[in-house]
Each structure stands twice: as C-alpha cells, then as structure tokens.
T-cell receptor, first 113, second 112 residues
Framework: AQSVTQLDSQVPVFEEAPVELRCNYS??????LFWYVQYPNQGLQLLLK??????LVESINGFEAEFNKSQTSFHLRKPSVHISDTAEYFC???????????FGAGTTVTVRA | EAQVTQNPRYLITVTGKKLTVTCSQN?????MSWYRQDPGLGLRQIYY???????DKGDVPEGYKVSRKEKRNFPLILESPSPNQTSLYFC???????????FGPGTRLTVL
C-alpha cells in the first residue's frame, strides 16, 4: 500500500513571491507521481507528472516538481505566483503495476496582491 | 469535446433512499474510477474499473456499488444512503494506469 503526506494544509503567499508545496510519499514498490490542481468549484486537472527519466518535471504554467527517490518526496515549486494560482493542490501516487491512485489531503494556496 | 460527465451535479436525499450517480466518458478510456472528496482528507478512491465487467474496491468501498457494463459508463450506486456519505463525488477516467486521469465536474451529495 502507498500513502501520501502533504505537509502544509494552507499556504498564503503574496503575488510574485515564490511558493513551495511539500509532498512526501511511502510505498513498497516503484510509483508514478502526480500533482493535480483544483480551482474553486471545479474538478481536478493534471498539473504535471513524473513517470521516469529526468527527475525535474515542468508544467506549461511555470510550476515544476522534483522527484527525490532517497527522500521519497515530490515537492512542487513556482518562482513567482499569480492571483490566478489560487487553488487547492493535490499530490498523488500510483504504483507502476497498478491502477490505484492515492491522494494527499491537499494544500490550499491563497495568493494575495 | 473530450470530457467526463456526471449527473446529477447536486442531490439532496434522505437516509435509505436508493440513488444512482451516472458517469460517462467519450474518450474510449479503459480505466474509470470514483472518488469522494472530504475536507482535510483529500480524495479517497471508492471503486475503480480496469475494463468492461472488471471492477475492484478502492480505499472506502463500504456502502457503495458500481457496475461497468459498457466501456463509456460507470455508475455509482448507493443502495441505502446514510448521512456519512454526504460528500463531493468525482468520477475520473484514463487511457490506462499511469496516464493522466480526467475528472468530471463533481456531484455534491447531501444525505439528510
């Protein structure tokens, strides 16, 4: 079985400041890793994913996440946030040979001017 | 437009009255799944299906049933709803395990 821990439930941040959302996981097998974003009153959308290869993955809107196998982490970062980045962010893991997707509890990011 | 649809979007019902939440996808995805979202708990998987007639339990299957008779549809059935099933429910689909999951808009269920 696998589990996901998102270390911060709420992250307030000023516009144009950097943000880091922390995610740690535990699993007895190799996993795929995902970050999903949920904007207010909407469903979830994939932000980025790590399947294999380069441990640094990027999204089209400036987010990046780094897979660290030794620390079993997949932290999400953005160097400069916008008001429109206000949302809830979920880290998720899936065993490579399984369809099961396990989510963290979520981190609410509130960007203020 | 590629999408996952859910109906109804909002539902208020009473304890014990059977209900079905429908989910349909038009992307020919093999994999479909149901989640419930509760504050502070994130999303928890209820049931998933790897293909037609193949379903399996997720983390919180108690009180729910599913069926997968057609590839595009994956209804969630609550035979006897209880107040602790009040939640926001999401259906999702993907081409296969490890692929991006596409989520529906959600169904907010209140059981009185």
């Amino acid at each position: 079985a696998q589990s996901v821990t998102q270390l911060d439930s709420q992250v307030p941040v000023f516009e144009e400041a950097p943000v880091e959302l922390r995610c740690n996981y535990s699993s007895s097998v190799s996993v795929y890793l995902f970050w999903y974003v949920q904007y207010p009153n909407q469903g979830l959308q994939l932000l980025l994913k790590y399947l294999s290869g380069s441990t640094l993955v990027e999204s089209i809107n400036g987010f990046e996440a780094e897979f660290n196998k030794s620390q079993t982490s997949f932290h999400l970062r953005k160097p400069s946030v916008h008001i429109s980045d206000t949302a809830e962010y979920f880290c998720a893991v899936s065993p490579i040979n399984d369809y099961k997707l396990s989510f963290g509890a979520g981190t609410t990011v509130t960007v203020r001017a | 437009e590629a999408q996952v649809t859910q109906n109804p979007r909002y539902l208020i019902t009473v304890t014990g009255k059977k209900l079905t939440v429908t989910c349909s996808q038009n992307m020919n995805h093999e994999y479909m799944s149901w989640y419930r979202q509760d504050p502070g708990l994130g999303l928890r998987q209820i049931y998933y299906s790897m293909n037609v007639e193949v379903t399996d339990k997720g983390d919180v299957p108690e009180g729910y049933k599913v069926s997968r008779k057609e590839k595009r549809n994956f209804p969630l059935i609550l035979e006897s709803p209880s107040p602790n099933q009040t939640s926001l429910y999401f259906c999702a689909s993907s081409l296969s395990g490890g692929d991006e999951q596409f989520f529906g808009p959600g169904t907010r269920l209140t059981v009185l």
